[in-house]
Every structure is written in structure tokens, then in C-alpha cells.
């Protein structure tokens, strides 16, 4: 192999593995604001509701989804500013090769009238 050939191909694995690893850690952050009607007051209760819709989004088995109900040993969600929540909750579901694994998140989500909701940030332990 050429010496030139062999540089051209050297930085376009060494790009092509900087783009898997941006890939990688940007998983966990969403930069897109979906929106959730879910039929209920905008209170804690809600925000703990609507941030298990979000995250049921993300997971590669939702079926098998187990979510901490409000109040669980770790658990919180705090109301940032009128309308505004963030959410620490987790959630127990199996990967992509049927292991049971927790994944806690921390979702933070914003009331934009009605029943809707819109997702602010989304990170995970993933």
C-alpha cells in the first residue's frame, strides 16, 4: 500500500471513530421537544406521569418495563418554576439481550397549556 493511501485511511478511521463516540455519549440527551397529552392536572403527579411516557420511548423492550412509583427510596421530582418539572426516577427493563437492568433518568419537562407537556431534557444512566 501507497504511503498516501494508507494516511488518507488512517484519518478516516480516526474521524469515523470520533463520530461513533459523539454518537455514544449524546444518546442520552434528546434535541427534540415531543409533546404528551396526558389527561391530567399539571402537578408532581403529573410530571412523575409524563416523564414515564418519555422515557417508555427510549427503551429497547418497553413491554417489559417496571417504573419506581412516586415516592420510591431514591426518587424525587421537583417543581423548577410554575410549570416546570424534573423528574429522578428509574426504571427496570431488559436490553437488547433480555437482561433486567435499571436505568435511572432525570427528565426535565414543561407544561405548555392544557394537558400538554414537552420535553425538556432527558438524561440516563446509560
Keep these: ?4 493511501t494508507k494516511r488518507v485511511m488512517l484519518l478516516c478511521l480516526g474521524l469515523l471513530s470520533v463520530l ?5 455519549f449524546g444518546r442520552g440527551r434528546s434535541t427534540f421537544k ?21 422515557v417508555l420511548d427510549r427503551l429497547k423492550a418497553p413491554a417489559t418495563a417496571e417504573f419506581a412509583e412516586m415516592g420510591a427510596e431514591g426518587t424525587w421530582v421537583h417543581e423548577d418554576r410554575p410549570g416546570q418539572f424534573t423528574v429522578k426516577s428509574y426504571v427496570d427493563s431488559q436490553n437488547a439481550f433480555g437482561a433486567k437492568l435499571r436505568t435511572w433518568y432525570i427528565c426535565k419537562v414543561r407544561s405548555i397549556g392544557g394537558d400538554d407537556f414537552t420535553l425538556e431534557g432527558l438524561t440516563t444512566s446509560k
Design 34 to 54: 415531543p409533546t404528551v397529552s396526558d389527561g391530567l392536572n399539571h402537578s408532581k403527579g403529573a410530571a412523575h406521569s409524563i416523564s414515564k411516557k418519555f
Design 20 to 24: 461513533v463516540v459523539m454518537s455514544w
Design 1 to 4: 500500500m501507497r504511503k498516501d
